[in-house]
């Protein structure tokens, strides 16, 4: 199984960025999708969750500003960033899941840097 994010840089205030996770070895269809981040000296939080119907919802920080999608025949999911802040800072990871069945195996990603500043 591997689960790869890719799509991370530096981009200035205002700018976009779209982050892809990439996965393989696993039914990707089934399961749901988690978009987190972690900040230096911050505790990792979720940004951004779509379920294996297509159910979104996001954290208050970024709702208006990102959009999760995922491409069910590619095994891809992708965070569409745009108006990015440099609060928006961090190391991105992807986090596959089976809502339905928590003691499931679940699997993250290595992590994508983004940077937003001047």
């Known amino acids: 199984v591997a689960v790869v994010e890719s799509g991370g840089g530096l981009v200035e205030p205002g700018g976009s960025l779209k982050l892809s996770c990439a996965s393989s070895g696993i039914i990707f269809m089934i399961y749901d999708v988690a978009w987190h981040r972690q900040a230096p000296g911050k505790q990792r939080e979720l940004v951004a969750n779509i379920t294996r119907s297509g159910s979104t919802d996001y954290a208050d920080s970024v709702k208006g500003r990102f959009t999760v999608s995922r491409a069910n025949p590619d095994n891809t999911a992708y965070l569409q960033m745009d108006a990015l802040k440099p609060e928006d800072t961090a190391v991105y990871y992807c986090?596959?899941?089976?809502?339905?069945?928590?003691?499931?195996?679940?699997?993250w990603g290595q992590g994508t840097q983004v940077a937003v500043s001047s």
């Open positions: 986090h596959l899941y089976l809502g339905t069945v928590p003691q499931a195996k679940n699997y």
